[in-house]
């Protein structure tokens, strides 16, 4: 009688205390002050297409005609291309067997601050980094208003116009003046026109507008080149308010110079990092983790190698299951179904492209449920049979 009483008592008391949250060692929540209302209305289920030879087919399809439109001509647009001057421009006016109109030519320019560089590093100065602070050269300065002034000349509008423009206009207007003028224009310093670069790229920061096209792949290199997580495969154009998305990596990989853009001044490159490019692959696999796509292809069998393969004892190789657009369509997504077990699985599984987004999920076996629930029960079931033992 005595050990019955014993044991009730002890299994009143085991109740208690697996039922008294507060008490347990380990972090937990109480929720007694929560209130969580049900859910109303059935819940929802989704539609589950199955990954075989049709679809992989279908997929390639769909690819194809949801690829972007043809960006505009206009932003193509390169051919025969011509700097013409703007305003904060330095111009060099050369007439020769005058030097007295000549702009001056030391060996060293200087603003009168700490910096100073010689005319063949002024020179060079559209084919790197705009940088603040440099000096200027001396030379016609374009004002704010566009125009230049020129002894004997006057003030002459140079924004809008090219070099040999200026020049022309001026070998014209000193006719009067000097026999048979002998002009040559050029510009000391590209200082109105350029273009930003930013996102995961070494050195981000503007690029000066030259006389030498400036084209992407031309800034991304003067930006000292990409750091390894950018995504070359989306790098964004800003142009007149409007976003445009290039592929810098088709131009490097397959020479597709379309993607290869002439820029514009005000012209914004970002260089996206892959944040946007990740895979999730979660369940039955040995190491889940999330994975970047390599040059915008990944696929199912990419996706199980990173993560190490499946389970040998828990995965179920019949629900191998990829969820795409939960992003865009939370209440909507779209699930597929691979069936490892079927003779064409490895074939379709690196044949199946994935999406940015996509979430890669392995489902568990039967067996390997029921052993995890034995798990839990069987050390409670050992504790009730060696404290029976001690009763007895």
């Known amino acids: 009688m005595l050990k019955r009483q014993i044991t009730g008592l002890f299994f ?3 109740t208690i205390f697996l039922s008294a949250c507060s008490v347990a060692p380990g972090y937990h929540l109480d929720t007694a002050r929560l209130n969580e209302q049900p859910s109303t209305g059935p819940a929802p289920t989704y539609d589950v297409k199955t990954i075989d030879a049709q679809l992989i087919v279908a997929q390639a399809k769909f690819v194809a005609a949801m690829a972007p439109p043809p960006l505009p001509p206009s932003v193509y647009k390169g051919g025969d291309y011509i700097y013409h ?9 050369t007439v020769w067997n005058h030097p007295e109109l000549t702009t001056q030519s030391g060996t060293t320019l200087s603003t009168g601050g700490n910096t100073t560089q010689s005319i063949a590093s002024t020179l060079q100065q559209p084919y790197t980094t ?4 440099q000096a200027d050269p001396f030379g016609q300065t374009v004002g704010p208003d566009g125009t230049i002034y020129f002894p004997f000349v006057g003030r002459i509008r140079a924004a809008g116009k090219s070099t040999a423009q200026i020049r022309d206009e001026l070998s014209i207007a000193l006719v009067p003046y000097i026999k048979n003028p002998q002009v040559d224009v050029r510009v000391l310093a590209f200082r109105s026109q350029r273009v930003e670069v930013t996102g995961d790229v070494k050195t981000p920061g503007p690029l000066a507008i030259s006389d030498v096209p400036l084209n992407l792949v031309d800034a991304i290199s003067r930006s000292g080149g990409t750091n390894p997580d950018a995504d070359l495969q989306r790098v964004r154009l800003t142009r007149d308010k409007k976003l445009y998305i290039l592929n810098a990596d088709a131009m490097l ?7 290869n853009v002439t820029l514009q001044p005000g012209d914004v490159i970002n260089v996206p990092d892959r944040t946007d490019s990740r895979i999730f692959v979660m369940g039955e696999v040995k190491t889940p983790v999330t994975l970047s796509m390599l040059k915008g292809r990944f696929t ?4 199980l190698t990173g993560a190490g393969g499946l389970l040998d004892t828990d995965a179920n190789p019949r629900q191998i299951f990829v969820m795409r657009g939960m992003r865009d369509n939370p209440t909507s ?5 691979l069936d490892m077990t079927q003779p064409d699985a490895v074939m379709l599984s690196s044949q ?3 999406q940015p987004l996509d979430v890669v999920y392995v489902g568990t076996a039967a067996g390997a449920t029921f052993n995890r629930m034995i798990q839990q029960i069987l050390p409670a079931l050992q504790s009730v049979f060696f404290i029976k033992e001690l009763t007895n």
């Open 12 to 14: 009143v008391a085991l």
């Open 85 to 93: 001057v703007e305003p904060q421009d330095i111009l060099g006016i």
């Open 130 to 133: 705009a940088l603040p602070g």
């Open 253 to 259: 990989d397959r020479g597709d110079v379309s993607q």
């Open 300 to 303: 199912i069998a990419d996706a």
């Open 333 to 337: 997504p779209e699930i597929f179904r």
């Open 352 to 354: 199946f492209q994935l």
